[in-house]
């Protein structure tokens, strides 16, 4: 006690006159260096990794640093994903869809043919059962991970013909990844994958037939507006298209426990942002490409309808054969009925009359 009152009074004033902090409270500064598969184009995205670095920096008064590396090439997240697990960065945001070559399992922190919208991704992750699920299965891979930026449901992309019925997907030659390519490639389409920078040269010379990408703003921008004439809408392959901030498990254990508080903080703060800016750079996009003479359009029922089952049978094939699949999936679809039960009442005629009337 009497120790504490010397501290309070006369160290307090010794304090305030030198202007210096005692040297107890001095703590090393943690650097840590973070990767990014997203190339700097998609500035919605890239912009949200560029904040979180810069609020962590500042909610932690400096002690974690975290610096944002250039990446050369975007198109291949599979090396920054092994340069994560053998601690060569410390963290990686990254699209989790992008590694089912891995395991199949990675796309339920992303996106999977007819799953969750954003918001029920993200009330799955936070108040279900999914970030616990989902963290089980990264641990094999040295791997903790926090959600961190949705675009929301994307657009099904750019066409050269119109689709009337699923018999026009055969042989169709579309850019496609994920497990959205391998529904393609059961109803008869020829899905590849090119460099971003090749996309739009491919389509206008008839390489490829189609083109998914993202939504209105990156796609306006990528210039694919300007080769395809038919724009088709909904991705259902990605109804909810997450991205994930991934850990080194090392680093991340490494780190003091408010400084795991600050992380977790900064990365909820860009997930909400992320999707924030792409709501408000879409509409302005969208208007731009029609204007532009683009026919937006939806896919017709019966190609829904074979899509729908086609990944249905995949999902169940996935369970017979992926132990991790099975148990995350089980879990992810019974979340996805009873949400869906929830939504198509309050939620979708809400949105369904606002949309029906003249605002």
């Given at each position: ?96 869809s992008h590694f089912v070559g891995i395991d199949e399992c990675f796309a339920l922190d992303s996106a999977v043919p007819f799953g969750l919208n ?88 008839g390489q490829l037939d189609a083109v998914e990408w993202v939504g209105p703003h990156d796609d306006r921008k990528l210039g694919l507006s300007r ?133």
């Amino acid at each position: 006690m009497r120790r504490r009152g010397v501290l309070g009074h006369a160290g307090l004033a010794g304090i305030l006159a030198s202007g210096c902090a005692p040297a107890v409270l001095a703590q090393p500064v943690i650097r840590w260096r973070l990767a990014t598969a997203c190339h700097h184009s998609l500035d919605a995205v890239y912009s949200g990794t560029e904040q979180f670095a810069r609020q962590l920096g500042q909610l932690s008064g400096g002690r974690l640093q975290v610096t944002l590396l250039p990446v050369d090439d975007p198109v291949a997240p599979l090396s920054l994903l092994e340069a994560l697990q053998a601690g060569e960065i410390d963290a990686l945001h990254a699209v989790p869809s992008h590694f089912v070559g891995i395991d199949e399992c990675f796309a339920l922190d992303s996106a999977v043919p007819f799953g969750l919208n954003s918001r029920q991704m993200n009330t799955w992750q936070l108040e279900g059962n999914g970030l616990k699920l989902l963290r089980d299965f990264y641990a094999q891979y040295q791997i903790v991970n926090f959600p961190m930026g949705n675009s929301g449901a994307q657009m099904g992309g750019w066409f050269r013909r119109e689709l009337e019925s699923p018999a026009d997907l055969s042989e169709l030659r579309m850019q496609m990844g994920g497990l959205g390519a391998r529904v393609l490639q059961s109803l008869g389409a020829l899905p590849q994958q090119l460099p971003m920078s090749e996309l739009v040269g491919a389509l206008e010379r008839g390489q490829l037939d189609a083109v998914e990408w993202v939504g209105p703003h990156d796609d306006r921008k990528l210039g694919l507006s300007r080769v395809a004439r038919y724009y088709y809408y909904p991705g259902w392959w990605e109804g909810s298209a997450q991205l994930s901030l991934y850990c080194n498990a090392k680093a991340w254990r490494a780190l003091p426990p408010d400084l795991k508080g600050m992380f977790e903080l900064a990365a909820q703060s860009v997930h909400a942002g992320i999707q924030a800016r792409y709501d408000v750079l879409n509409p302005i996009a969208l208007k731009q490409v029609v204007a532009a003479g683009v026919r937006v359009k939806a896919f017709p029922k019966p190609v829904l309808d074979a899509a729908f089952k086609a990944s249905n049978a995949l999902c169940a094939d996935l369970s017979r054969r992926n132990p991790a699949w099975r148990r995350i999936y089980a879990d992810y679809s019974a979340f996805r009925r009873e949400q869906n039960l929830w939504h198509r009442l309050p939620e979708a005629h809400f949105d369904r009359y606002l949309q029906s009337v003249r605002l």
